[in-house]
């Protein structure tokens, strides 16, 4: 009965006919070979005989004649009537060919979605606790380049997977992807070199694994080398790509430290969030010297097409407050032609006038205005221990209204409203969102519209960090 069942598992095409055919094959031989299934069926027939007021056959049971049903469905023209299927050869191959196929497609799978096993020694070394910077480590015995540093990746896809480690313990992969590591050579050269699919191992431990078998997989253009405490990657024209200094065990990969000046300087601008080019001169903070130097005639073209100042304004003549808290500036931005993704239509700075330090609070209605300030009085109570003493803003609506009025009346707080069509008078809240408004508009570029509340939050935030 075993043998049907396996039988029948392994039929793609299975059938009802498949089924009862198998089971006739089986029942018919046992009740004729077997004496207590010839009495049942004796007894059986006579009961039903006498129910139906006829008598039953006296004449014992004939042999059934065998046929194979596999042969009579695959082979017609062959002879199927000497053999039953359990006995039938071609079924047998037929069955040994497909578990051999289905085992290739296995393996096929296991191959593409599981990394292979790893077996080496430093593998074996993890650990829950996650390094900022782990060094990366020439491995002989690794399948694949893994790290625990998800930082590291320029691209990066999700794959789950196991690595199998040197004591036999399993470990897990949740993605893999392309990393950039400057390598430096023996001589001093640096140069990028590119990983792919690259493991992430959150578990791997305190450094990074290279696999010396993956890049030499690549083909003839790459082979290893060792020499003394050295060991090297080249090319196939016996350029040096990667040089592995021993440390302890290990074969540490000399890496080029990263600095500022490895960056250029448009990357620097794009990601200080456009800011005009004076705001990274060395005389305004003193780490600047470690920042590239403008290029010659240079100009950003996402800037030339995102700000919309046309002239350069006029210069602010008024004097900051001396303490902190003493004067705080805001004024209202919107309403935009697109709702962000947050349901927000405009936007509220407060600037401390003191230390030009501003916050931003994006709102759905100008009626909200009370309400924002309401929080950021508070906030600042509490964060700060700051008392509020002045506001200063635009004569509008969203400003001068009962609930405003009564809340400033309740803090004490004195309100400065600038006159009627003199916007100078509130100048550096109203210069300073149009500054954010450009930044964002550059920061905008290529993303949707509905981004813009978290544009000009990331606007403010590095305005906030660049120097006044």
Known sequence: MNNIVDNL????????????NKLMDLKIPTAVNSADNKAYKTAD?????????????????????KECSYCKKHYPTARSDDHTWNECVKLKAANLKNNEKRTINIAKIGKEETPEPVSTLSSVRTTTKISSYPRWVIDTGASSHMTNNLDLFINFETVKGTIRLGDDSVIETCGRGTVVILAKTSIGHVSSVYLERVLWVHSLGSCSLLSSRAIVSLGKEFSLASSGKDMYIFR?????VIWGKLDGQDYVVQEEKESAKKITYQQWHEALGHPSPDYLKSNNSSDATNLPKVPKDWQCETCITSKRIKRKPTSITDIPSDTPFELILSDLGGKFSKTSFGKSNYYVTFIDDCTRYAWIYPIHAKSDTVTVFTSFIYARYTQDNAII????????????????????????????????YSHESNGFAERYNGTIITAACSLLTGLPLALWTEAIATAVYLRNRLPN
Do not use: C, W
């Open 9 to 20: 598992q392994t039929k793609e095409d299975l059938t009802y006919d498949h089924v009862y």
């Open 45 to 65: 027939v006579k009961g039903k005989g006498k129910e139906l007021g006829r008598e039953p056959s006296r004449k014992g049971p004939t042999a059934v004649p």
């Open 236 to 240: 196939e024209n016996k350029t040096e």
């Open 389 to 420: 003493k002045r506001f200063r803003t635009a004569n509008r609506g969203e400003y001068v209204n009962a609930a405003m009025l009564t809340l400033l009346d309740k803090q004490g707080i004195v309100h400065d409203l600038s006159p009627a």
